[in-house]
Structure formats: structure tokens, C-alpha cells
């Protein structure tokens, strides 16, 4: 079993920063993928950002259009960590971030149907 734990989340204001982090406990391993989703209130939950684990080479990476080149994500090994870097923040940013985990590396499985273990999420609230 693998335990996500987030951290990091909290009341900003438009074109702040936040980094969020998911440290990985328990049984981990060599390979997989790692990112966030996140769901806005009365929204479905939506992928944000996603890694291939041991690589966070951003050749590996993938954004959801809406953070495209405003948010990172980026990865430590030593720490069992993945990061998410979030600058220019906007309001509709606002929700609960979900660090989830796929014992696939692949990023497309990850995208669809393919994660095995879930945090219990950190918000993120931005004003205007």
C-alpha cells in the first residue's frame, strides 16, 4: 500500500504562488507516474499535471491546457516527493488538488482510469 500525503494548499490571492507537495510513503517503487487532478466545487474532477516517476524529465511531463505555462511539476527521489510549482494563479484555480499515483509509467494510462492510490487533497483557494 502506498500513502500520499499533500501539503501546501491555502488562500492566495490572484497572480500569487503556491507549491504543493505529495510526499509517497509505504510501499513505493522504481517506476510509475505521478501528478494532480483536482476538482472545483460542483465541478467534475479534472487532470492538472502528471510526471513519469524516477525520470521528472519534462520530456515525461504533461499540463492540462489551462496551467499550461504557469504551473510545474517536477519531482525528487530522494524525498519520494512530487511538486507543483503554481505561478500566475487565477480564481478559477480554486479547488481541492489530489496528488494520485499510477503504477504505470505512462502518462496517457494515468490520464485514464489508470491511478492506484490517492491523497485526500489540499485546497487551493484564490481570491480576485
Known amino acids: 500500500q502506498v500513502q500520499l500525503v499533500e501539503s501546501g494548499g491555502g488562500l492566495v490571492q490572484a497572480g500569487d504562488s503556491l507549491r504543493l507537495s505529495c510526499a509517497a510513503s509505504?510501499?513505493?517503487?522504481?517506476?510509475?507516474?505521478m501528478g494532480w487532478f483536482r476538482q472545483a466545487p460542483g465541478k467534475e474532477r479534472e487532470s492538472v499535471a502528471a510526471?513519469?516517476?524516477?525520470?521528472?524529465?519534462?520530456?515525461?511531463?504533461y499540463y492540462a491546457d489551462s496551467v499550461k505555462g504557469r504551473f510545474t511539476i517536477s519531482g525528487d527521489n530522494a524525498k519520494n516527493t512530487v511538486y507543483l510549482q503554481m505561478n500566475s494563479l487565477k480564481p478559477e484555480d480554486t479547488a481541492v488538488y489530489y496528488c494520485?499515483?499510477?503504477?504505470?509509467?505512462?502518462?496517457?494510462?494515468?490520464?485514464?482510469?489508470?491511478?492506484?492510490?490517492w491523497g485526500k487533497g489540499t485546497l487551493v483557494t484564490v481570491s480576485s
Open positions: 494520485a499515483v499510477d503504477r504505470v509509467p505512462s502518462i496517457n494510462t494515468f490520464l485514464n482510469g489508470g491511478v492506484d492510490y
Open positions: 509505504g510501499r513505493t517503487f522504481s517506476c510509475g507516474t
Open positions: 510526471i513519469i516517476w524516477n525520470t521528472w524529465s519534462g520530456d515525461y511531463t
